[in-house]
């Protein structure tokens, strides 16, 4: 089963659009280990989920003890619902195609992000994994964005052309765009270029304030809208996955 059919099955099965970043802080967490509250995390959400995503900033920071969590992490979600692993990586050909097989072979991610600064030599060896997905930077949800983002070419503003260069390397189906939900009018613009097979990564929303309604009605069906730290850290986050799977639904 490949992502999409993997990812299609749990939105079903869940009737959910929400993923829950497992994005741990140390300093947020008290009175058990890291693993024992990812595993709590994932016991309280995994009926309410279409996936999951790992920041790999957020492990990597622990050096080997890290790596053993999230491999510890991956493992204990079960095995129907997909995991994306967000390290935005990206190199020259060589060192890109060690970075797609850390990630699907070593770490058997569903789904990763990708950054497509260098072009198309450092996007074509993630795409070999047809079986997975590749999420490409699109229109992400920092402030900052806009500074290069939005810099205009061939008149019109790079991010547009970036997901052109997305719909142009999905022949073989495997690519997707991370678009943040700050910015909603950029978001409708992407999926009219993208189409809707296209599946589309979508942070932004809770803590950094972006616009949920617009965000299901502009991005469809074949988005993931990803939330982290206002579930995780939430008083009770099972209630608030609860509480915003069926908001999203609303608008669906």
Do not use: H
């Not at 009018?185 to 589309?200: S, Y």
């Amino acid at each position: 089963m490949n992502f999409k059919e993997k990812l299609s099955k749990k939105v079903k099965e869940n009737n959910s659009l929400l993923c829950v970043g497992l994005d741990i802080d140390e300093d947020k967490i008290s009175n058990m280990s890291l693993l024992d509250f990812n595993k709590k995390i994932i016991d309280e959400t995994k009926d309410i989920v279409c996936a999951y995503k790992i920041n790999m900033a957020f492990y990597e920071v622990f050096g080997k003890e890290g790596y053993e969590l999230l491999e510890k992490t991956m493992d204990y979600i079960p095995k129907d619902i997909p995991i994306i692993l967000d390290g935005k990586r990206n190199d020259i050909g060589n060192t890109a195609e060690k970075y797609a097989k850390s990630i699907f072979e070593t770490l058997n991610a569903d789904a990763t992000t990708v950054n497509p600064y260098l072009g198309s030599d450092g996007i074509k060896p993630f795409l070999k994994y047809k079986d997975k997905c590749s999420f490409i930077l699109c229109r992400t949800s920092n402030t900052s964005a806009k500074e290069l983002q939005n810099i205009k070419s061939n008149g019109k503003p790079l991010y547009e052309s970036i997901a052109e260069k997305i719909k142009d390397w999905n022949k073989i189906g495997c690519c997707g765009a991370v678009v943040g939900a700050t910015y909603p009018e950029e978001l409708k613009k992407i999926r009219e270029i993208l189409g809707n097979d296209i599946p589309i990564l979508l942070p932004g929303i809770g803590k950094q304030g972006g616009d949920l309604e617009k965000s299901v009605k502009y991005g469809g069906e074949n988005t993931i809208i990803v939330s982290a730290r206002g579930i995780i850290y939430a008083k009770n986050p099972r209630e608030e996955a609860v509480r915003l799977r069926d908001e999203i639904n609303k608008f669906r």
